[in-house]
């Protein structure tokens, strides 16, 4: 299959074409290009468009490309396929992808579309993973793979590696299981291409094989195939028994998925957003953060009202000035401070005690504070401001920054001892607590230090 | 190899074996261990530690371990480590891991090192390497690959292969090259096995391959070999001669790397650090944002002055009291847009004219707006503030968030045109333009509305 970068001129052109339902040119610009050119070309069209054009073109092409698009985009274009052209579709796929597909549509529709699926055995496996959480390792895998008997000779084993081969895309490894479909080991392409033809399995697989269970979790396969450079990993159940497996382009997903989901939750947006989703699901996934931004505020309201008498001296009116200074001061220094914890947990690369880890915040917090406070005072005297003033100001940062830095360091380690994700910790939300920390700290250490 | 999760228990035990140098146990307990677990134990073991297991263990296990563990540590142990412990390390690993770690060392030990190679072919192939850009497929290649004449009969090409593949850790794909070593096209495995051993290459080679040139920067590469589901890309230079392959899990890291590097700009840290980096390291990655930050501050301060006047009126001290609030407001919304815009300019997910991207954001920020707004005209009734003052408050917020919005929305497109990272833009940065701009608005808006 051949790949082209989709510029606007020939989307243009494809979109002039769906209008015009010239099939005779459509066939011909979009024959044998690679389905993840498809899918991009998909992306750009419309739902009417897309529809069209997964009507028009074989499903060999469009089913893989259906399987790479977004989950509401493709939502929709179902909708406008029957169950008959859906099941033409899945039988095309790997039934990884195939089952990706199903399990988004209406439960009634899925037994229609299941139904309609011509080869048995595709179903069959289809049902089983149907039964598998998504975010576990049997969400991910394929049943597609290639297995031989440990009891059969090399060349015996040739003969059936070439017709499973016929079914699995990739043949990334063979796997040796006994009688009973449990898992023995592996057998290495070189070792089997520089055998000798009558050797038995049993005498050249390599038991040492890399294995995940069934129920564990998405990230954990993700973390052990990337930790040991995996490019395909079996999955079994309790009893040893192989039921499938996964490859690395999964995996590549998942760790994409988890890293733009950190990153999204770190810049306060809650449900997976593409920048052309429709209004309504931005709002859903911006407006709860904003709301908790305006709580957080209110809450300075609150705060700074307490001292509106102070305002009467004009030596003390600077405090306020600095008060969105100090809100910033102590929401950046959080916010630093709980993303480098939340990837040192990512990564399992948090080691040390607590209490050193905690002093380490307050040298680098002292140190990046008087540093900061030093331009402060600086800064004050161009203004025209009081030194004690200034001091006081500038000390009260030093401490913000300190508590700012402990409360990003801790909360995230908090959360994740208690099982929470502790990505969330790291956006908004310790923002919004500094933020009304830091300015209640400022007000509080100024008080004392000024005796107002 | 075995693999384990090294606890805290196993690594106190392995300290007191090195403590007490007690080789025998240090061997035994070691004995098969990954070298994925051996580098996440190193990382557990402070430098003298980690040199001691480095000289006793043989290099076959050490090398790959040592490729794997973090830079800066790698280097301080290298650092004990003489030229000839070294080159036997650089003589186990493929040659991309073996340039990764010479790149690193100072000038004239490099030669020093390379000196000590004992295989010619293995310096003439690292020597080569030496001279990419990190950054570009060149940098990221590994000579190690499989390749065969296009002339060669199947049982020919079975043999070279054989021989081949010794050198090779894993044969991902054989590629096919002409006796120019052009690159042809690939052999599938599939094709190998099922094909008549008398054909010839020529006749059975799949000729639409994927390739990469090796000045392409990393982050092409892993985006070309992500899009399309690759595991090893061949390299070629502009002659079509082919140099090298990059393999799927060092492209893994590449992916690793760029959505960390991402997360840690969002989040104001510039050099790439972990929790555990020295304070020196963490100060210089986080005080220049801070900085940035203060001198934000610094603006509003400058701009609130201009109003001290106002805190006289009593009705009207409540505009201070909002400050941090609506910098807040500005700041997070500034945030939300700018990583949906990264992410999608990294994800090549944005579609659509800008116009249309412009009428977007401001409906967003509109409805999100209208519904803050609302609820801060609610809770200036419970704070018994004046009307008037309330709803000038809850509208120029609305405006704020708008602007805000489109600061987000429309920095880091213009960043992407120009050429930069559009990353830099979802940190302090965009926080802070968008608070001192909010600050800005908000009182002269309400110097406008409430006429002072």
Known sequence: MSKVDFNNEIIDEIKNFISANNNKKLKETLKDIHYADIAELIDNLNIDEATYLIK??????????????????????????????????????????????????????????????????????????????????????????????????????????????????????????????????????????????????????????????????????????????????????????????????????????????????????????????????????????????LLGGLGSVFILEKFELIMEKPELRNLFFYTPLIAAMAGNVGVQSSAIIVQGLANNALKGSLFNRLIKEIGLSLINGLALAFILVLAGKLFDQNLIVSLTIGGSMILVIIVAALVGTFVPILLDKRGIDPAIATGPFITTCNDILGIFLFFYIAKFALGF
């Open 56 to 293: 028009l073109l074989k499903s060999d092409t469009t089913a893989d490309a259906l399987a790479e698009i977004d989950d509401e985009k493709r939502e929709k274009i179902l909708k406008n396929l029957s169950a008959k052209e859906i099941a033409e579709e899945l039988t095309e796929l790997d039934t990884d992808d195939a089952v990706d597909i199903i399990s988004e549509l209406p439960e009634e529709r899925k037994e229609r579309v299941i139904s309609q699926i011509e080869d048995d055995k595709h179903i069959e496996d289809i049902r089983e993973l149907l039964n598998y959480d998504e975010n576990t390792a049997g969400g991910l895998m394929a049943k597609e793979l290639v297995k031989v008997n440990e009891n059969l000779s090399v060349l015996k084993c040739l003969n059936e590696m070439r017709s499973q081969a016929e079914n699995v895309t990739r043949v990334h490894s063979i796997y040796v299981v006994d009688g009973k479909n449990k898992l023995k080991g592996r057998l290495s392409l070189k070792d089997l291409i520089t055998a000798n033809s009558k050797a038995k399995v049993k005498d050249i697989f390599i038991p040492n094989v890399d294995y995940v269970y069934v129920n564990e979790e998405n990230e954990e396969v993700a973390r052990k195939m990337s930790k040991y450079d995996l490019e395909a990993i079996p999955v079994i159940n309790s009893k040893k028994e192989l039921l499938g497996r996964i490859t690395i382009d999964d995996i590549v997903d998942v760790i994409k998925e988890e890293a733009e989901k950190d990153y999204q939750l770190a810049a306060g947006i809650s449900n997976d957003v593409e920048p052309d989703d429709n209004i309504l699901n931005l709002v859903k996934a911006r407006l709860p953060w904003l709301f908790l931004g």
